[in-house]
């Protein structure tokens, strides 16, 4: 419990501070299938609810990861980088980095890793 008390106050920061560029996990119900972005960087966008009215948008870059599999309702768990915009936030970075500087971002999918 700690720990997710200590997940919302981090996430209400980001919110609150309209920050961008910060690493965050988190997981969520997929209720949303979106369209890929084909604008640069293919992108395989959902949205997950993550509980207490709050939504995300994942933004899976398809050019740098294997597409995922999801289906709407599906449970993922989602490590990327945070960006604040006018909804809320969306989370990309999703992948490995090419250029091996960071340990970069995931989602985690029925006991696979897609990075």
């Not at 340990?103 to 696979?112: I, K, Q, S």
Request: net charge neutral; charged share 25%.
């Amino acid at each position: 419990m700690a720990c997710r008390v200590f997940f919302w106050r981090r996430l209400s920061q980001l919110f609150g501070k309209r920050d961008t560029g910060s690493w965050i996990e988190v997981s969520g119900l997929v209720t949303r299938l979106l369209p890929d972005d084909h604008d640069g960087s293919r992108h395989q966008r959902f949205i997950i609810d993550i509980g207490s009215r709050a939504t995300l948008l994942i933004a899976h870059n398809i050019d740098l990861a294997e597409r995922i599999p999801i289906g709407m309702g599906d449970r993922v768990h989602v490590r990327g980088m945070f960006e604040w915009n006018d909804l809320g936030g969306l989370v990309h970075w999703t992948h490995h980095d090419p250029l091996g500087i960071e340990d970069g971002g995931y989602v985690h999918y029925r006991r696979r890793e897609y990075r």
